[in-house]
């Protein structure tokens, strides 16, 4: 089995103090795709290069603590992409494209953080821009390879996907315009919601994320805003899902998927 996890950090130095290596060197996933790490790349030099034997590719953002991602692996890959050729959104820290070509083989675990809208109607608009550039971009990569893309999207798609769907109807992150998105990225795309796959009606256990307002997490009311997008053929290896809750890095749960697949 390939066990690949995604994890919102909320800051690599906060989820770090909170025992992520620990949980790591016990879990021992072979790649995990992590987001918001919020760091540059002199705060993680000498201390976060490398997590539980996992060595880490990054993408920073330019503006000091804010966004990042990663994508943490045991397995050499043979090219490694950085941003997905945005002039707006690749300072901002939300792509990194681990390659693993063998012959005629080729395949792709992508670490990505796409813009909340939540801050207001600015970064709403954003939202908007950065799914706009970004659907070509999964449909044209969908067409030269596999890949499996690992992060945190920022949309529930379906209503079993929050708790309190009926109140935020109006709100980032259900809205209608994202939702059908997401559903066209499914539909015509022809991507797959691997975690939907296996769990095609799980509601409850099924979040990832819980605001830090009105004990959310205590009363479970949560979104998922997590998620694994991959194409057909390396979706039909999923074999189990695991939200991990028994511990909490961040605000949002590491997501892990099991594969049938070998890099």
């Known amino acids: 089995m390939f066990k690949l996890t995604s994890l919102n950090l909320n800051g690599i130095r906060s989820a770090s103090s909170k025992g992520l290596e620990a949980w790591l060197a016990q879990s ?3 790649c995990i795709c992590v987001q918001e790490v919020k760091a540059q790349a002199a ?12 060595r880490a590719y990054f993408h920073f953002a330019q503006k000091k603590g804010y966004s990042g991602v990663a994508v ?8 490694v992409r950085v941003g997905y ?18 012959g005629s083989v080729k395949r792709s675990i992508i670490s990505c953080y796409f813009p909340s809208g939540s801050s207001g109607e600015e970064r709403q608009q954003a939202k908007y821009r950065f799914l706009g550039e970004f659907y ?57 919601d691997v975690y939907r796959q296996l769990h095609p009606e799980t509601t409850d256990d099924c979040y990832t994320w819980w605001s ?18 991959a194409t057909p053929a390396l979706a039909q290896g999923a074999r189990s899902a695991q939200i991990y809750k028994t511990e909490k890095f961040s605000d949002h749960a590491p997501l892990t998927i099991d594969y049938d697949l070998s890099l």
Not at 44 to 54: I, K, P, S
Not at 153 to 170: C, F, M, P, S, T
Not at 212 to 229: E, I, M, P, S, T
Request: glycine share 8%; net charge negative; aromatic share 10%.
């Open 85 to 102: 050729g945005s002039s707006e959104f690749d300072a901002e820290g939300r792509y990194v494209e681990l390659r693993f070509d063998r």
């Open 28 to 30: 021992r996933p072979d």
């Open 212 to 229: 830090n307002r009105g004990q959310a997490y205590a009363k479970n009311v949560g979104w998922r805003l997590d998620y694994h997008l």
């Open 136 to 192: 070509p971009h999964l449909a044209q990569l969908k067409r030269e390879r596999e890949f499996i893309l690992c992060g945190d999207v920022n949309i529930a798609h379906q209503e079993i996907d929050l708790k309190n769907w009926k109140g935020n109807r109006k709100n980032s992150g259900f809205l209608p315009d994202e939702r059908a998105w997401m559903s066209k990225l499914l539909g015509d795309a022809g991507l797959v």
């Open 72 to 79: 943490y692996t045991r397995h050499e890959p043979s090219d």
């Open 43 to 54: 705060d993680v030099a000498g201390r976060f290069e490398q997590l539980a034997d996992l």
